[in-house]
Structures are given as structure tokens and as C-alpha cells.
């Protein structure tokens, strides 16, 4: 790491280090990539959601870049594909106005497979054909729901 007297030389004399000048053009077009995949973003938001009044958005697709999500201003939720990365998407404005007025942070949820979480609550074939009643809601399941080896449910709460 450079002193600082070698760094306010620098920034005053204009001249530019080997590091600088190899990364020298590459952050405009960073930007401009940046920007293209915003872009790209909206145009998926607006295509899958045009109805801005929704309170769920389900986010299956790979995104990169900024999601705004201006002017969703009753969403609650998000939920993201377990096969979604949130890593290289940055979700930007996600928040809603509750009824009294004050403004609440959109909750974002990962979503996961449901023969993931089944398997994890009942390991076993014999725990699996026990089961009689089953609830399925506000459990951010997505995929395929085999309840095949249920053999004995009697109830599905969804």
C-alpha cells in the first residue's frame, strides 16, 4: 500500500501507476454493463409484472445488476428461486407503505425445493408414511411436490 505522500503526488502530478494504467478504460465500460443489465432487469420486472399494485413478486430467472423495484409500492414480498443467486443482483427500493402509513422493508425470501425440505423434516421412508396431516403454507416451497410416499395423509394444508 502506497504512503500518503506518494499518493497525494500522484493525484496531483496526473500521473497514473502500472495497476492504473492496465485498469485504465476498463470502469466506464463496467458501468455501461452495469447499466445495460439494469436495463435488461426492467424490462423483465415489466414484462412479468406490469401491474404494479402486486404484493408478491416470485423472481425465477437469473438477474445481474441493479433491480429497482420504484414504484411496486405494495410489495411485501420476494421470493427468489432457490436455483437464483443473489450475489450478483442488487435489489434497490423494495419497500412498502403499511396501513398505518410507515414504511416497511419488502421481505425477501429464498425459496426452497420442495423434495429438499421434505426430506430434511422426515429423513426416512417410514417417518414419510406416517404422516397424516401435512401443511404446506408459508413454507417457500417451489418445484415438484411428490407426496407419494405419504401414503397414509389424510390432510394437505396449503
Known amino acids: 500500500m502506497p504512503d500518503s505522500a506518494y499518493c497525494a503526488w500522484l493525484k496531483n502530478s496526473k500521473q497514473l501507476t502500472p495497476e492504473q ?6 470502469e466506464p465500460q463496467l458501468r455501461e454493463e452495469y447499466s445495460q443489465d439494469s ?4 424490462q423483465w420486472l ?7 399494485k402486486v404484493s408478491e413478486i416470485y423472481l425465477n ?7 429497482d423495484l ?3 409500492d405494495n410489495l411485501r414480498k420476494m421470493s427468489l428461486s432457490s436455483r437464483i443467486g443473489k450475489s450478483q443482483l442488487e435489489i434497490k427500493n423494495a419497500s412498502y407503505k403499511d396501513y398505518l402509513g410507515e414504511t416497511k422493508k419488502t421481505e425477501i425470501i429464498q425459496c426452497v425445493p420442495a423434495p429438499t425440505c421434505f426430506y430434511q423434516l422426515y429423513p426416512t421412508k417410514e417417518e414419510r408414511e406416517q404422516v397424516t396431516r401435512l401443511t404446506i403454507s408459508n413454507q417457500n416451497l417451489e418445484g415438484e411436490l411428490d407426496l407419494s410416499e405419504f401414503r397414509n395423509l389424510k390432510e394437505l394444508d396449503c
Do not use: F, I, S, T
Open 39 to 42: 436495463a435488461k432487469n426492467k
Open 21 to 26: 494504467l492496465l485498469n485504465q478504460g476498463k
Open 61 to 67: 430467472q437469473q438477474l445481474v445488476g441493479e433491480l
Open 70 to 72: 420504484r414504484g411496486y
Open 46 to 52: 415489466d414484462q412479468n409484472y406490469p401491474d404494479k
